[in-house]
């Protein structure tokens, strides 16, 4: 499984970016596809998450409302709209893939629950 990670940054606060994720490697199905961040000096924190076959989402306290997590499934592609950026929304923002999945539900907030990992894109919003 690849995960290509694309999409980020230098914006301004209250700006808008959109990151892409594209999966390859294998068909995906019974899986969460989830967006993670990292700001410097902070841990990895969970953004979002969408479950591929039902398409309910989760979001982190955080970034609800501001963020939207989408699929499209025909290209094998996961995005993060994001909304409303703020100074404290900078970090690395990683996609990741957690298999497995036999129910509908999308709230995977624990990094170390997915399998698969993309590189990194880079989101700095300036104040």
């Known amino acids: 499984v690849q995960l290509q990670a694309s999409g980020g940054g230098l914006v301004q606060a209250g700006g808008s970016l959109r990151l892409s994720c594209a999966a390859s490697?294998?068909?995906?199905?019974?899986?969460?596809m989830g967006w993670f961040r990292q700001a410097p000096g902070k841990e990895r924190e969970f953004v979002a998450a969408i479950n591929w076959s039902s398409g309910r989402t989760s979001y982190a306290n955080a970034v609800k409302g501001r963020f939207t997590i989408s699929r499209d499934n025909a290209m094998n592609t996961v995005y993060l709209h994001m909304n409303s950026l703020k100074p404290e929304d900078t970090a690395v923002y990683y996609c990741?893939?957690?298999?497995?999945?036999?129910?509908?539900?999308?709230?995977?907030?624990?990094?170390?629950?997915?399998?698969?990992w993309g590189q990194g894109t880079q989101v700095t919003v300036s104040s």
């Open positions: 990741a893939v957690k298999d497995e999945i036999y129910w509908s539900g999308s709230y995977y907030p624990n990094q170390y629950e997915y399998d698969y």
């Open positions: 490697g294998r068909t995906f199905s019974r899986c969460i």
